[in-house]
């Protein structure tokens, strides 16, 4: 059985950092595409990074240079680094593969960006 914990969010300033955590279990985690997901009040969820197991990286463009996605096969966990925050990052984040697997979703972790 895969679950995914989410954690590390909160509140935090515009142009601030946070570091979130996605720990797995489960044998998928080192072989499978992993992506961090954010739903927005109101917005569908959607992929904002996104991590092969080779290494390849990828980035939607409203977080490009900002996020930072890694992956630490031997501790079965995941992270995104989250500079320069802004108010419209403010959301429920979610890890699962990418593509998703319904059954994989965790209950996220929120981040609130705001003054």
């Known amino acids: 059985q895969v679950q995914f914990v989410e954690s590390g969010g909160g509140l935090v300033q515009p142009g601030g950092s946070l570091r979130l955590s996605c720990a797995a279990s489960?044998?998928?985690?080192?072989?499978?595409?992993m992506g961090w997901y954010r739903q927005a009040p109101g917005k569908q969820r959607e992929l904002v990074a996104e991590i092969f197991s080779g290494g390849t990286l990828y980035y939607v463009d409203s977080v490009k240079g900002r996020f930072t996605i890694s992956r630490d096969n031997a501790k079965n966990t995941m992270y995104l680094q989250m500079n320069s925050l802004k108010s419209e990052d403010t959301a429920v984040y979610y890890c699962?593969?990418?593509?998703?697997?319904?059954?994989?979703w965790g209950k996220g972790t929120l981040v609130t960006v705001s003054a």
């Open positions: 699962n593969r990418v593509p998703a697997t319904t059954n994989y």
């Open positions: 489960g044998s998928i985690f080192s072989i499978a595409p």
